[in-house]
């Protein structure tokens, strides 16, 4: 990418790059889903990937593309149709501000054993109203899982050719704000289709302790300036053009390492959030998906952090991931003495397990023993305040996540 780096990595980060070593993403195979063509009687069509390429010949060449990953097993799929059915609305937006770009929708929906008909099915009531609402163009994928990596891999795989200048990558949970999507879509064609930018997330908590805790914990360690976050971003389509390796443990800590400058004035330049452009997520509910979820975050960090240059892993520790935790980052006064006590505290407890992370990593990759995968966590924890019969939550003031 542009990133402007020296290239070179400490003997710690390989060392620790080899604690961490994931099998290969497998070539599993993948079903398309896609509307019915003419004829009140013709219904979806289900094609495999092998053929695809004759049935994929119509989609409309660049543009910017959509992908909303999710799978059987996250919710029911009246929560699955409410979802799609708020992008498409919020769709509508950009195609007003923007006629003469094209837009294709991909939706992604993986299943484990026993539900392949079952994801079938979900993705041709998704292929329905798409062709209801007769903006876009509509691809469905089908695909063993586990992993949203794997999904957008596969989205991009069979995208070779279509030239699209961006995707837009929009979670299952998220509601978006009035004016969300055309907002980060003239921008993204403002800056020449280049680099990402991101909406404005805003954490709602549930009524559980763990979410009221973490809502609290969250206000607290926002780094200096935003990032883009994978739940509502668009992104120049030649940074994932390769497919994102199996060693990403996130999506957005992909783009992030990507595009982070380890070397010019602004780190973030290739990275934008747009404050007017908003999207709202219900932060986890129980203690076990927080912890699934927080260890997840942690070995992302640290492994990008092996992976990558010295100088853009040292902008990363010092400027997002560790800004406050003085003497080994800049200290942060932004909001007085006592938050910057209480940031430093948050931030210690954070190095301890950071610090804790490395060393097994080190220790494998000089025992030659790698850790060979990273649990997934948030399982059965689905809630959207875009879904109306969510009622679980709590309705004070929200925070920026």
């Known amino acids: 990418?542009?990133?402007?780096?020296?290239?070179?990595?400490?003997?710690?980060?390989?060392?620790?790059?080899?604690?961490?070593?994931?099998?290969?993403?497998?070539?599993?195979?993948?079903?398309?889903?896609?509307?019915?063509?003419?004829?009140?009687?013709?219904?979806?069509?289900?094609?495999?990937?092998?053929?695809?390429?004759?049935?994929?010949?119509?989609?409309?060449?660049?543009?910017?593309?959509?992908?909303?990953?999710?799978?059987?097993?996250?919710?029911?799929?009246?929560?699955?149709?409410?979802?799609?059915?708020?992008?498409?609305?919020?769709?509508?937006?950009?195609?007003?501000?923007?006629?003469?770009l094209p837009l294709t929708v991909w939706a992604g929906m993986q299943y484990a054993p026993g539900e392949y008909e079952e994801a079938v099915d979900r993705l041709r009531r998704l292929a329905a109203l798409a062709r209801d609402s007769t903006l876009t163009a509509f691809v469905g994928l089908a695909l063993p899982g586990p992993g949203k990596i794997r999904t957008t891999n596969?989205?991009?795989?069979?995208?070779?050719?279509?030239?699209?200048?961006?995707?837009?990558?929009?979670?299952?949970?998220?509601?978006?704000?009035?004016?969300?999507?055309?907002?980060?879509?003239?921008?993204?064609?403002?800056?020449?289709?280049?680099?990402?930018?991101?909406?404005?997330?805003?954490?709602?908590?549930?009524?559980?302790p763990t979410s009221q805790?973490?809502?609290?914990?969250?206000?607290?360690?926002?780094?200096?300036?935003?990032?883009?976050?994978?739940?509502?971003?668009?992104?120049?389509?030649?940074?994932?053009?390769?497919?994102?390796?199996?060693?990403?443990?996130?999506?957005?800590?992909?783009?992030?390492?990507?595009?982070?400058?380890?070397?010019?004035?602004?780190?973030?330049?290739?990275?934008?959030?747009?404050?007017?452009a908003y999207c709202r997520f219900y932060r986890v509910s129980r203690v076990h998906d927080t912890v699934s979820r927080l260890r997840r975050s942690m070995y992302s960090h640290v492994t990008c952090m092996a992976d990558y240059p010295r100088d853009v892993a040292g902008r990363y520790f010092q400027d997002i991931l560790f800004h406050g935790l003085w003497p080994l980052a800049p200290w942060d006064g932004r909001r007085g003495t006592a938050r910057g006590l209480l940031r430093w505290t948050v931030k210690s407890v954070q190095f301890t397990w950071f610090g804790a992370v490395v060393t097994g990593l080190a220790v494998r990759g000089l025992t030659s023993r790698p850790l060979r995968q990273v649990a997934w966590g948030d399982e059965g924890d689905f809630a959207s305040p875009a879904d109306e019969k969510t009622s679980t939550l709590t309705a004070r003031t929200p925070r920026s996540a």
């Open 1 to 100: 990418m542009r990133r402007r780096t020296d290239g070179r990595r400490t003997w710690l980060q390989r060392v620790v790059a080899r604690g961490y070593d994931p099998a290969p993403e497998p070539r599993t195979p993948v079903t398309l889903v896609l509307p019915a063509g003419p004829g009140a009687d013709a219904g979806p069509r289900t094609v495999r990937e092998e053929d695809a390429a004759g049935p994929l010949a119509h989609l409309p060449a660049g543009g910017v593309a959509t992908l909303l990953p999710t799978y059987v097993g996250r919710c029911g799929a009246a929560e699955q149709e409410t979802a799609f059915a708020h992008t498409l609305e919020a769709l509508k937006g950009v195609r007003r501000t923007h006629p003469d």
């Open 154 to 208: 596969a989205a991009v795989r069979l995208s070779q050719g279509l030239d699209y200048a961006g995707w837009l990558w929009i979670d299952d949970d998220i509601e978006l704000g009035p004016g969300c999507l055309e907002r980060l879509v003239s921008r993204f064609r403002d800056r020449g289709c280049t680099g990402a930018v991101g909406a404005r997330a805003v954490a709602l908590p549930r009524s559980t």
């Open 213 to 276: 805790v973490m809502d609290r914990i969250g206000g607290n360690t926002l780094p200096p300036t935003a990032y883009p976050a994978a739940g509502c971003m668009i992104v120049e389509s030649a940074v994932i053009a390769s497919g994102i390796s199996s060693r990403r443990v996130t999506d957005d800590g992909f783009v992030l390492f990507e595009l982070l400058d380890g070397i010019g004035a602004d780190p973030l330049r290739d990275l934008e959030v747009l404050p007017d």
